[in-house]
């Protein structure tokens, strides 16, 4: 499928949340306001078209094992129709899922980033939109030198939603932000996620409105990469009781700068 976006645009209002219809031809990110002498230039994009994962901007994450499954490369495939599937499944005694990144291929700082996404339905597995920084596991500068930034984690099926930072490592001085929601419209079509990332604070938006804002670890100043993921633990439920496969599905992921 052919998508529409705007490599550049000037909004002054922030859209307001709107219903999901799933994939249009007229689909588009929702941006956040700027001033009158600013506006957003896409800087980097995936729509998804085609047959095959782009691996000049991806990375495929496995085979290896992961939480309580496995990421496995053969899981991530795009449909065909304009989107990416990261599948949960299944495979003899074990459980697997896809996750991609852009490490080395795509790290970036301030800026907009936005992912349209439809939850899966079954419990046992949660997928996420979120960036990560080789700085999170050092430990003295709060998570200026890096922060894992989950845009949205999504582990339940009745509309609710996560968003959190960590820094500071992952042992005993490991620290963290973050916060909940729940939208019951969220569990059908698509939803876009988005985050605005400044040298000042972060926030976090849901179809165009502002869910959270955070100063929390003094905000990261480093370059970081995006990642799509699938997670199998029991955060998201008992896989045992899920009929796989499922999926996550992603129609598009843009970066946008701000410039003047």
């Known amino acids: 499928m052919t998508k529409s976006f705007r490599p ?4 002054l209002t922030v859209f307001a949340s709107a219903p999901s219809f799933g994939q249009t031809n ?8 700027v001033t009158a002498d600013e506006h957003w230039k896409l800087i980097w994009h995936d729509e998804f ?18 939480r309580d499954g496995y990421w496995m490369k053969e899981d991530v495939n ?27 291929k795509f790290e970036h700082t301030f800026g907009y980033y936005v ?24 430990v003295g500068d709060e998570g200026r030198d890096g922060t894992e930034i989950d845009i949205v984690e999504i582990p339940w099926r009745d509309g609710k939603i996560t968003m959190n930072l960590h820094w500071d490592g992952y042992g005993k001085d490991h620290k963290k932000a973050g916060t909940s929601l729940t939208r019951a419209g969220l569990t059908a079509g698509f939803h876009d996620y ?12 849901v179809d165009g409105t502002e869910v959270w804002r955070s100063q929390a670890g003094g905000v990261s ?40």
């Not at 007229?26 to 306001?33: D, Q």
């Not at 988005?194 to 938006?205: C, Q």
């Not at 045992?240 to 499922?246: G, S, V, Y």
Request: hydrophobic share 40%; charged share 25%; net charge neutral.
């Open 194 to 205: 988005g985050l605005l990332w400044t040298p000042a604070e972060y926030v976090f938006y």
């Open 221 to 260: 100043q480093v370059p970081e990469h995006l990642l799509l993921t699938e997670e199998i633990g029991t955060w998201g439920g008992d896989i045992r009781k899920a009929t796989l496969p499922d999926y996550f599905e992603v129609d598009y992921v843009r970066v946008y700068e701000l410039s003047k």
């Open 78 to 104: 795009l449909s065909g129709q304009g989107t990416l599937m990261l599948r949960t499944r299944k495979d003899g005694d074990r459980f697997t899922c896809g996750a991609v990144d852009t490490k080395g």
């Open 115 to 138: 992912a349209r996404c439809k939850m899966p339905g079954q419990p046992g597995h949660w997928p996420a939109f979120w960036m990560m920084a080789p700085g999170v596991s050092k």
């Open 26 to 33: 007229t689909a588009e990110a929702f941006l956040p306001p």
């Open 8 to 11: 550049a645009i000037l909004l």
């Open 49 to 66: 078209d085609g047959a095959r994962l782009d691996e000049t901007k991806w990375n495929r994450l496995g085979d290896w094992k992961r």
